[in-house]
C-alpha cells in the first residue's frame, strides 16, 4: 500500500474569511499598518545607525542589527496579509505566495530564537570572561555566527516548507474560516461571535 495520496487537487489560491464580521476591520487594518510602518522605520534606523558609526562596529551591535533584519522580514511575513485583507479587502491569497509568506514567518521564528540566543552567549562570555572578551568573540567569529544561525533556519524552515508543498490538498475550493475565527478566538479582546 503506497503511503502517497493521489487524490489530492492542484491548489492555485485560498479563500480567507471571517474577517467580514469584525468591527471596525478597517481601523484594525489602519492600526497594524502604523505599527508595522514603525516597526520598519525603527529597525531600518537600527541598521543606518549601526553600519554608519565606525564606533559601533562591535559584535553586540553587529548582534542588534542581526536582530533588526530579523525583525523586518518577521514583520513582513506576519503584517502584509492582515493588512490586505482589512484595509485592501483582498480576501484570497495564492498558493505560492502563502508558502512563501508562512516560510518568511516561521524562518522569522527561528532566525529570532538563534539572534537572542548569540546575544546571550555575547552577554554570557562578556560577564564570565571579561579580559578576553575581545578575543574571544571577535566581529570575524560574531558574523560568522549570524551566517551560521540564518543558514541552520533557512535550511531547517526550508525543508518543511518543501514537505508542506508536497502535501496534497483535497478540497481546493474550501474556505479557510475555521482557523482565521480559532486565532481571533484566542485573544480575550476580540468579541466571540458566531
Known amino acids: 500500500m503506497s503511503l502517497v495520496n493521489f487524490s489530492g ?38 541598521i543606518c545607525v549601526i553600519s554608519t558609526d565606525r564606533r559601533l562596529h562591535r559584535p553586540m551591535y553587529l548582534l542588534i542589527c542581526n536582530l533588526a533584519l530579523v525583525d523586518i522580514m518577521f514583520t513582513t511575513g506576519a503584517s502584509t496579509t492582515m493588512i490586505s485583507i482589512l484595509l485592501a479587502g483582498d480576501k484570497t491569497v495564492s498558493y505560492n505566495s502563502c508558502l512563501s509568506r508562512v516560510f518568511i514567518h516561521h524562518l522569522g521564528d527561528v532566525t529570532q530564537c538563534l539572534a537572542l540566543s548569540l546575544m546571550a552567549l555575547d552577554r554570557t562570555v562578556a560577564i564570565s570572561e571579561p579580559l578576553r ?44 474560516r475555521g482557523t482565521v475565527l480559532r486565532i481571533f478566538r484566542r485573544n480575550p479582546v476580540l468579541p466571540s461571535k458566531g
Not at 9 to 25: K, M, R, S
Not at 26 to 43: Q, R
Not at 137 to 163: D, E, H, M, P
Open 9 to 46: 487537487q492542484n491548489v492555485a489560491e485560498f479563500t480567507i474569511t471571517g474577517f467580514d464580521h469584525l468591527p471596525y476591520h478597517k481601523l484594525m487594518g489602519t492600526v497594524i499598518l502604523l505599527a508595522y510602518c514603525l516597526a520598519l522605520l525603527g529597525s531600518t534606523t537600527n
Open 133 to 176: 572578551y575581545a578575543t574571544i568573540l571577535t566581529n570575524q567569529r560574531v558574523f560568522l555566527l549570524i551566517v551560521v544561525s540564518w543558514l541552520l533556519g533557512i535550511g531547517c524552515i526550508g525543508k518543511w516548507a518543501y514537505i508542506a508543498d508536497q502535501l496534497p490538498y483535497c478540497q481546493p475550493n474550501k474556505e479557510i
